[in-house]
């Protein structure tokens, strides 16, 4: 059972442009929302986390939006660059250790 | 933030032998956490490794094919044994520090594994 879908699977998006991908959960003890950012070859990096206690994040061109009641999160990457090009996974944590991921999204910036 | 590294980076393997990854950090950590990604899918944990006891393993992982060490706060190794074609992916540590929030965790670099 997958505890977390993420849409869409790919998402092209022109320089300068928004980017939106969105996140949906069941498990309502999720208590830890973090993004993703994978470029080929490497490893997961951490780009951005949210609490259920709050309905937005932003950390520089990166914003996370939250529902609760909805149990929906989002990302929106500002003014998108080439750059930015890479695969985005969303996950959640209820115990503050094991993480479950969504399926990713590849996000292709076209310059 | 922690560095993590891992080895080896890639390797190619023939089915039925065994591979010990390794994963080191920087600054001693709280949790280490063992991931597999499979070609072009998601994350799935695959055992928790744990200091000083044995590792906890996901529902679908089982230590005679995943055997898992921790015999410090800065070291892990997992091993893939027996291996299949169907054990081809990317094997990820994953830490999180002693310091800051506690529930954010830092990937390593990943290793790639292909069985032939």
């Known amino acids: 059972q997958q505890q977390v879908k993420q849409s869409p699977q790919s998402l092209i998006v022109q320089k300068g442009g928004i980017s939106i991908i969105n996140c949906a959960y069941e498990?309502?003890?999720?208590?830890?929302f973090p993004w993703y950012q994978q470029f080929p070859g490497k490893g997961p990096a951490l780009l951005i986390a949210?609490?259920?206690?709050?309905s937005e994040k932003k950390e520089g061109r990166f914003t996370i939006s939250f529902n609760k009641s909805a149990k929906q999160f989002s990302l929106h990457i500002m003014d998108s660059q080439p750059g930015d090009s890479a695969t985005y996974f969303c996950a959640a944590s209820s115990d503050g250790n094991k993480l479950v991921f969504g399926a990713g999204t590849i996000l292709r910036v076209k310059s | 933030s922690a560095v993590i590294s891992q080895k080896p980076s890639r390797d190619i393997c023939q089915r039925g032998t065994s591979l010990t990854i390794q994963c080191q950090v920087d600054?001693?950590?709280?949790?280490m956490f063992w991931y597999r990604q499979q070609p072009g899918q998601s994350l799935t944990l695959i055992a928790t490794?744990?200091?000083?006891?044995?590792?906890?393993?996901e529902s679908g992982f089982v230590i005679d094919k995943f055997p898992i060490s921790r015999p410090n706060l800065t070291f892990s190794t997992l091993t893939v044994s027996n291996m299949s074609p169907e054990d081809s992916s990317i094997y990820l540590c994953?830490?999180?520090?002693?310091?800051?929030?506690?529930?954010?965790?830092?990937f390593g670099p990943g290793t790639r594994l292909t069985v032939t």
């Open positions: 490794a744990n200091q000083g006891s044995e590792a906890t393993y």
């Open positions: 600054s001693q950590v709280t949790m």
């Open positions: 994953s830490v999180a520090p002693r310091t800051g929030p506690s529930y954010e965790q830092y």
């Open positions: 949210i609490r259920p206690d709050v």
């Open positions: 498990n309502t003890a999720f208590d830890y």
